[in-house]
T-cell receptor
Framework: KAGVTQTPRYLIKTRGQQVTLSCSPI?????VSWYQQTPGQGLQFLFE???????NKGNFPGRFSGRQFSNSRSEMNVSTLELGDSALYLC???????????????FGDGTRLSIL | KNQVEQSPQSLIILEGKNCTLQ??????????LRWYKQDTGRGPVSLTI?????NTKSNGRYTATLDADTKQSSLHITASQLSDSASYIC?????????????FGTGTRLQVFP
């Protein structure tokens, strides 16, 4: 069974641009959550989707948004990029449980975003 | 303030030795506490998930314990292997003002040498 796939693996953007990252969950998984990981702040929860609906959202500005498609694939978008948005963006999936429940979350290897 | 603190920040051990990583939290009550292993350049991998009422949970050579009274969890690694070199992250899930939240520890960086 294929794992969680995130594309692209690496991305370089400049300030002010926008970016879209993609996440394909494990087949059959309907819950997808997104995280930001930086050396300074560590891992932080961004948002979670289930059946195309945002189920929960972390404490990030509105520049960070996401969506989920009917095949459970998810995208996150960051607009008006800032230097501080440089980070590893991780996505995780689970069959149906939330990112906060007792089902294990299966993470992809992330997209490393660098802002120049 | 809700916090999750891990210690030590980094640890070096020799292959075959045991080690214990600590996670102290201030969140109470909480839904569950998880331990993840993250290899360099990879996403985290779930090791254990414990609810408030559980004391111990094992996954192969990894054993997590939870003391809800002292608000401490530990991850014990037995007979370490070179492949155990990674960051270990403790995460607490809780509910506040009708909203689910996650607090991640900053991790312990473990290096296992031959």
């Amino acid at each position: 069974k294929a794992g969680v796939t995130q594309t692209p693996r690496y991305l370089i953007k400049t300030r002010g641009q926008q970016v879209t990252l993609s996440c394909s969950p494990i087949s059959g998984h309907r819950s997808v959550s997104w995280y930001q990981q930086t050396p300074g702040q560590g891992l932080q929860f961004l948002f979670e989707y289930f059946s195309e609906t945002q189920r929960n959202k972390g404490n990030f500005p509105g520049r960070f948004s996401g969506r989920q498609f009917s095949n459970s694939r998810s995208e996150m978008n960051v607009s008006t990029l800032e230097l501080g948005d440089s980070a590893l963006y991780l996505c995780a999936s689970s069959p149906s449980g939330t990112a906060f429940g007792n089902q294990p979350q299966h993470f992809g290897d992330g997209t490393r975003l660098s802002i120049l | 303030k809700n916090q999750v603190e891990q210690s030590p920040q980094s640890l070096i051990i020799l292959e075959g030795k045991n080690c214990t990583l600590q996670c102290n939290y201030t969140v109470s009550p909480f839904s569950n506490l998880r331990w993840y292993k993250q290899d360099t350049g990879r996403g985290p991998v779930s090791l254990t998930i414990m609810t408030f009422s559980e004391n111990t949970k094992s996954n192969g050579r990894y054993t997590a314990t939870l003391d809800a009274d002292t608000k401490q969890s530990s991850l014990h690694i037995t007979a370490s292997q070179l492949s155990d070199s990674a960051s270990y992250i403790c995460v607490v899930s809780f509910r506040s003002y009708n909203t689910d939240k996650l607090i991640f520890g900053t991790g312990t960086r473990l290096q296992v040498f031959p």
